[in-house]
């Protein structure tokens, strides 16, 4: 609020009355500093994989005669801590992209042609962990009107974390079918599932319930977020429904839109 006041004066220089400015700017404030944590999380989140490339090169570079197992195993951290750099990257231009681009152009998809490419993307990672993906639509040619990626952007990060956080010989599951005007997508898992106090936060950029977890697990903190932005931009809704100990579901509603 600006309060400093513009006072009216008669022509003997009396004044007669004052005019104050007042302009709400609670919102502005708001997404400014949003922005401010945004550039402050990043920064961090990027320094950490950085400093850590950085002090193995130097032990490398100081340390001629290390042994090959050692320097081996260096060097794996080094690739491993790029890739991780890689991925924050390509998630935080992701999402400023889709920030930037809410009303993308519209393209009849098929669902199920979308799922299998994410089905046979994620096959190795399942398999790897022995998890059962199954899924069920209730027809293999639902099209709707809307945008490939960003369908497959939600096949992806959804089937991705049912995985990560589901442990060894456990099944994740996909539905799909329309409700009333809607397509519906849903994917659960029997994981580990997600504390009640967590459960409205993990959709902020960065939020984590497990930070630790998260990070072994390849996690970036983006992958809900960008979610979130996705069905937003399709003019969805999001919800989640989650048993800790037990597993989660995530229910994706997107209207269906005419030509
Ligand atoms: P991350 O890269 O850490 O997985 P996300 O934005 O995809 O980031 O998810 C945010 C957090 O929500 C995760 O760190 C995890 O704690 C929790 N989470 C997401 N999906 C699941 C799930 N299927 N089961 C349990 N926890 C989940």
Known sequence: INLDPIYLQDMNNVIIGSIINIKDITEKVKLENMRTDFVANVSHELKTPLTSISGFVETLKLNENIDVATRNRFLGIIESESDRLKRLIDDILLLSFIEKNETKSLELVNIYEIFMEVYEMTDYFAKSKNINVSYKFSDQSISILSNRDYIKQIFLNLIDNAIKYTPENNNVYVEVYYDKNNLVIKVGDNGIGIPKEDINRIFERFYRVDKARSRDVGGTG?????????????DGTINVKSELGQGSEFIITIPKKFP
């Open 222 to 234: 983006l992958g809900l977020a960008i979610i979130k932005h996705i069905v937003k931009s399709l």
